[in-house]
């Protein structure tokens, strides 16, 4: 590090806290910083200060966004009467790139996770009873990762959301499209096969 | 796109400029940014406005650095007879990571690419053959790429520095270290041979 000029050490530096940014792509990518009008430079840093300033949670669903509430909830094309969980607003955004879904989120806010410390009260659980209780829903859709912490998370809402008398449904697990029988894994395949539906 | 929050779809946008940074990295990067607290946040945008603002050419090397002449030209315990040509700051970098070279550098901001237009005036070899002229020079190595163009460059160069009586010496291509003869590709063990040394 001792070769870099100090400005340009310290922007490295700065730009490997990016998630999957090694010293090497840190350098290349601060080179082209360097390189790039100083016009093009500023756009940037005013792209990251502006996300950063107007970016907040939606106080219904805790989504991401710049609006509060969110443009989804404030959406009347939307079905209010159901929810979809996910954990994080990036799980939201790839459910609307399906543009499949004409329903209501709520955002987690993470996953229940006991070795990392995360109960259910570090989550934004309490926030999505508030709004079983006081909104008229008729389907909970649970959309977490196939993981530990999701199986868990799933297993606790449901729980706690069935004697309700709301309907719980979690997205289907199997082999993704494309894929090849004979190189899934084993765990997805009987997912698949506990998950097969009548044709 | 759509899907995103004006300000964070910006901000992806603006990610994805850099090199090697595609949709799925912007997405995680700008979700991380976002996550990062606001002080973080503007310690990593004032490292790019300072790095931008202070780094400049050295204008007797061209290294880039935030001194003016650089660290390296104003160091005395630098032989400033020996010169070394590479084609941007970043091999220079590499080089000093070595910690074997203590002569002087020469950036030539590029290599001769007449396929990209990049031809010998839009490089720093007039500033070179000034350096040549007014400073007591007694080597020139070229640490130039073994690529077409840094090949096309090292012979320009050579051709036109040795007339004036400076010795011109070339790095050393050949197998890496670590590499193993059997894996390593006819053209670099054809310069290893060619570059053969008695023991």
Chains 1, 2 share one sequence.
Request: hydrophobic share 40%; proline share 5%; charged share 30%.
């Amino acid at each position: 590090m001792t070769h870099y000029s100090k400005p340009l050490a310290r922007l490295v530096e700065e730009l490997q806290k990016l998630p999957g940014i090694g010293p090497k792509s840190a350098q290349r990518m601060a080179f082209y910083i360097l390189k790039m009008p100083l016009n093009e430079v500023q756009k940037f840093t005013d792209a990251i200060l502006e996300a950063k300033e107007k970016i907040k949670y939606c106080r219904n669903c805790f989504n991401m966004s710049s609006e509060n509430p969110c443009e989804i909830c404030v959406d009347d094309k939307r079905n209010r009467a159901i929810i979809c969980i996910v954990a994080e607003t990036k799980d939201l955004i790839a459910l609307e790139r399906t543009r499949e879904y004409k329903g209501s989120y709520h955002v987690l806010q993470g996953l229940i996770s006991p070795l990392d410390g995360i109960t259910p009260d570090d989550l934004r659980i309490k926030e999505l009873f508030e709004r079983l209780k006081n909104e008229d829903i008729e389907e909970i859709i649970l959309a977490l990762n196939p993981s530990i912490e999701g199986e868990a998370t799933s297993m606790y809402l449901t729980k706690l959301i069935k004697p309700l008398g709301v309907k719980v449904s979690r997205i289907a697990f199997g082999l993704p499209m494309g894929a090849d029988l004979e190189y899934a894994d084993e765990l997805t395949l009987a997912r698949a096969l506990e998950g097969r539906r009548e044709v």
